[in-house]
């Protein structure tokens, strides 16, 4: 089995893209406050109709709006990082490379390269993908998807956590081996260094 183990693709990050990635981060992020504002709601609206002392109504409005305001307040931020992001950018275009190790993201704002256990998890849009970590993540359009890419995207972050050394150009998992050369695809390797990286 020889599997490319290295892509790499470009990617508009258009303000529409990111407005609607971040129109989803914000409702997943924001799923226990919106669920606190529904049930604070609901709670101002019983007690109002009841014979409760009359400081507990004020209390349970005054609580839901606070969350309420919050819940608008995040919504706006996310869509003026979104917007601002776009605008700042003269060229959108984004090189995302994967690799068995992680995801390298470029833009003409600079570079970076993070490894594959940054993340936390996959969501799975029809238009696009999301790897996301905490406060970010990684859009990869669907259209610009191939089994292949998603091959390496979920082995990767299913791997993210493995502490077996794997070769770095086929990810054949090394364990056991006395020769110092991948038996899968002949790559060298120095088990110390693999073994030391992992653990970083
Ligand atoms: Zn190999």
Redesign the pocket.
């Known amino acids: 089995m020889n599997r490319h183990t290295e892509r790499t693709i470009s990617v508009s990050y258009d303000e529409h893209l990111l407005k609607r990635a971040a129109r989803r981060y914000w409702l997943r992020s924001m799923a226990i406050p919106l669920f606190l504002l529904a049930i604070t709601l609901l709670f101002a609206a019983v007690v109002s109709r009841s014979e409760l002392p009359t400081i507990v109504t004020p209390v349970a409005w005054t609580v839901s709006g606070t969350i309420m305001i919050g819940l608008i307040y995040s919504y706006r931020q996310g869509m003026s990082v979104a917007t601002r992001f776009a605008a700042s950018m003269d060229d959108t275009t984004v090189t995302l490379r994967f690799s068995e190790h992680g995801m390298a993201v470029a833009s003409e704002m600079g570079c970076g390269e993070s490894p594959w256990r940054a993340y936390q998890c996959i969501w799975r849009y029809d238009d696009m993908w999301m790897i996301v970590s905490w406060q970010r993540y990684v859009i990869v359009p669907t259209d610009q998807q191939d089994d292949e890419l998603r091959d390496i995207i979920v082995r990767g972050m299913a791997n993210r956590h493995r502490r077996e050394p794997v ?6 998992d090394l364990r056991g081996q006395i020769a110092p050369r ?1 038996p ?4 060298p390797f120095d088990i110390d260094l693999l073994e030391a990286e992992r653990k970083v």
């Open positions: 070769c770095r150009k086929c990810g054949y991948c899968e695809c002949g790559e």
